[in-house]
């Protein structure tokens, strides 16, 4: 709502937290706690519907959209796509329905955590293959916000990000609880000596833990392989540094990856315009 509003684009929404309600009024924004009142707003209007929350609760949404607001485009910024599209088919909705998912975040929560320019230059997924003018829709918010569009598809999207981004936040939530285990030397001593690489390693795991379990458990699918890849590459960096003194294959290995991935951004990370 922020970003769309900055770039002066008309935007409504709901909430259902009053005091998130009363603080977006509080800054001047048009969000309603009444669920109903809010679609048939969207239906008059013919709105884009952009649903933003957590897995588990998209069924039950889809349920009053289909009552108060059927015809509406529809969209959703939920970072787990093959079960919302599976949701939005069950509903009836997938007519109507392009699925999409910002590549932006933080690991704060709340209305008072929102950045008006947290898409600025962020990859924008938009599910492939879906309706035209829907999908038309969908990216020129993207574009509008400040993000460039990737096409693809809900599988091979939900693959990519179990290994970018949901078993990272695993992955720091690990490494947060190794920082403050007494017993192998972390603990408050070892916490007043960490920098930026236990920092920056641990940032996400500051995430609400109802989200992080949303997406882990909405995208179990994709995110079990990724783990086990993941706990075999440290069992074989344990093995190595236990039998033969030294962690060189997967220092190797890594610092390699992470100038791939960097190179991958440097070409990749460019605005783009939707199709005419």
Same mark, same amino acid.
């Given at each position: 709502?922020?970003?769309?509003?900055?770039? +002066?684009?008309? @935007?409504?929404? *709901?909430?259902?937290?009053?005091?998130?309600? !009363?603080? $977006?009024?509080?800054?001047? /924004?048009?969000?309603?706690?009444?669920?109903?009142?809010?679609?048939?707003?969207?239906?008059?209007?013919?709105?884009?519907?952009?649903?933003?929350?957590?897995?588990?609760?998209?069924?039950?949404?889809?349920?009053?959209?289909? !009552?108060?607001?059927?015809?509406?485009?529809?969209?959703?910024?939920?970072?787990?796509? !093959?079960?919302?599209?599976?949701?939005? +088919?069950?509903?009836?909705?997938?007519?109507? /329905? @392009?699925?999409?998912?910002?590549?932006?975040?933080?690991?704060?929560?709340? *209305?008072?955590?929102?950045?008006?320019?947290? /898409? !600025?230059?962020?990859? *924008?997924?938009?599910?492939?293959?879906?309706?035209?003018?829907?999908?038309?829709? @969908?990216?020129?918010?993207?574009?509008?916000?400040?993000?460039?569009?990737? =096409?693809?598809?809900?599988? #091979?999207?939900?693959?990519?990000?179990?290994?970018?981004?949901?078993?990272?936040?695993?992955?720091?939530?690990?490494? $947060?609880? #190794?920082?403050?285990?007494?017993?192998?030397?972390?603990?408050?001593?070892?916490?007043?000596?960490?920098?930026?690489? /236990?920092?920056?390693?641990?940032?996400?795991?500051?995430?609400?833990?109802?989200?992080?379990?949303?997406?882990?458990?909405?995208?179990?699918?994709?995110?079990?392989?990724?783990?086990?890849?993941?706990?075999?590459?440290?069992?074989?960096?344990?093995? +190595?540094? *236990?039998?033969?003194?030294?962690?060189?294959?997967?220092?190797?290995?890594?610092?390699?990856?992470?100038?791939?991935?960097?190179?991958?951004?440097?070409?990749?990370? =460019?605005?783009?315009?939707?199709?005419?």
């Amino acid at each position: 709502m922020r970003a769309l509003a900055a770039a +002066e684009v008309p @935007v409504f929404g *709901w909430n259902r937290s009053e005091a998130t309600v !009363e603080a $977006a009024h509080a800054d001047g /924004f048009d969000v309603y706690n009444d669920l109903p009142e809010t679609l048939l707003r969207a239906a008059e209007e013919d709105a884009l519907i952009v649903l933003g929350v957590p897995v588990y609760a998209v069924a039950e949404l889809l349920s009053v959209i289909v !009552e108060y607001a059927p015809q509406c485009a529809l969209t959703d910024v939920v970072s787990v796509k !093959e079960e919302v599209q599976a949701l939005v +088919e069950a509903a009836g909705l997938g007519d109507r /329905f @392009v699925g999409s998912h910002p590549m932006a975040g933080n690991e704060y929560s709340g *209305w008072q955590s929102t950045d008006s320019r947290l /898409f !600025e230059g962020a990859p *924008w997924v938009v599910m492939a293959d879906g309706d035209p003018e829907v999908t038309e829709r @969908v990216q020129c918010m993207a574009v509008t916000v400040g993000a460039h569009i990737v =096409e693809t598809d809900p599988v #091979t999207h939900d693959g990519a990000v179990a290994c970018i981004s949901h078993v990272p936040h695993l992955v720091a939530s690990a490494l $947060a609880t #190794t920082g403050v285990e007494e017993s192998i030397g972390g603990g408050d001593l070892a916490l007043q000596l960490a920098a930026g690489s /236990f920092r920056d390693g641990t940032r996400v795991a500051g995430t609400s833990p109802s989200l992080v379990r949303s997406m882990c458990e909405g995208n179990r699918r994709a995110v079990l392989p990724v783990l086990g890849h993941m706990i075999e590459e440290l069992q074989a960096c344990y093995r +190595e540094l *236990w039998s033969e003194g030294t962690v060189a294959d997967l220092t190797a290995r890594g610092n390699a990856a992470h100038a791939h991935y960097k190179e991958v951004k440097r070409h990749t990370d =460019e605005p783009t315009e939707p199709a005419d």
